[in-house]
């Protein structure tokens, strides 16, 4: 037993970094959410915060785009020519995914200034293309509400996913420790 401990050692630190920070992080996006029930920003502060960029830009493209708090479910709901086209959910402000990538990144971590920059870059550029991503979805459900389907669950989830599946792969290949050790 101690044999296989030794032999998959980096494999074992990996896991449990993983899961050990995706945990830490993920009890502190619950206890966010929980303190944000009763805040001015509904219904929570950063998923608010998307949906009034996604509004912003979707007015400076030109569409009249309104966002109104939904008053049956914690969400926003995107209101565009007077059409009631989707809604953003907690789910669509990624926090979630950026938690995933840290996580990650954490777990095959590389020198600490580089492996800080990376996850704050990393970060920045996942919520830069969540709000593109939705931006450029409620375009297409508007123009295409017969496409929302694939839209909705195939082609924008593979696009944010994907991105994060690219950042991985650069940092695993250019900057993580952890390859350089094994090879």
Same mark, same amino acid.
């Given at each position: 037993?101690?044999? +296989? *401990?030794?032999? $998959?050692?980096?494999?074992?630190?990996? &896991? +449990?970094?993983?899961?050990?920070? @995706?945990?830490l992080? =993920?009890?502190?996006?619950?206890?966010?959410?929980?303190?944000?029930?009763?805040?001015?920003?509904?219904?929570? @502060?950063?998923? /608010?915060?998307?949906?009034?960029? =996604? #509004?912003?830009?979707? /007015?400076?493209? !030109? $569409?009249?785009?309104?966002? #109104?708090?939904?008053? #049956? #479910?914690?969400?926003?709901?995107?209101?565009? /020519?007077?059409? @009631? +086209?989707a809604? *953003?959910?907690? !789910?669509?402000?990624? &926090?979630?995914?950026?938690? %995933?990538?840290?996580?990650?990144?954490?777990?095959? =971590? !590389?020198?600490?200034k580089?492996?800080?920059?990376?996850?704050?870059?990393?970060?920045?550029?996942?919520?830069v293309?969540n +709000?593109?991503?939705?931006? *450029? %979805?409620?375009?297409?459900?508007?123009?295409?509400?017969?496409?929302?389907?694939?839209?909705?669950?195939? *082609?924008f989830? !593979?696009?944010? $996913?994907?991105?994060?599946?690219l %950042?991985?792969?650069?940092?695993?290949?250019?900057? =993580?420790?952890?390859?350089?050790? /094994?090879?």
């Amino acid at each position: 037993m101690r044999a +296989l *401990i030794v032999k $998959y050692k980096s494999v074992i630190r990996f &896991i +449990l970094t993983f899961i050990i920070v @995706y945990g830490l992080l =993920s009890v502190c996006y619950k206890f966010y959410l929980d303190f944000s029930k009763d805040s001015v920003y509904y219904p929570d @502060y950063i998923t /608010n915060l998307v949906s009034r960029q =996604s #509004e912003d830009v979707l /007015n400076v493209m !030109g $569409y009249d785009a309104h966002m #109104e708090p939904h008053t #049956e #479910e914690p969400s926003m709901k995107l209101i565009i /020519n007077g059409k @009631y +086209l989707a809604r *953003i959910i907690e !789910g669509c402000n990624s &926090i979630s995914i950026i938690i %995933l990538f840290v996580s990650f990144i954490m777990a095959f =971590s !590389g020198k600490p200034k580089t492996t800080v920059i990376y996850m704050l870059f990393g970060s920045v550029l996942i919520y830069v293309v969540n +709000l593109s991503r939705i931006v *450029i %979805l409620s375009i297409g459900l508007y123009h295409y509400p017969w496409r929302k389907d694939i839209l909705h669950t195939v *082609i924008f989830p !593979g696009i944010i $996913y994907g991105m994060v599946f690219l %950042l991985w792969i650069f940092w695993v290949n250019r900057f =993580s420790s952890m390859i350089k050790k /094994n090879e």
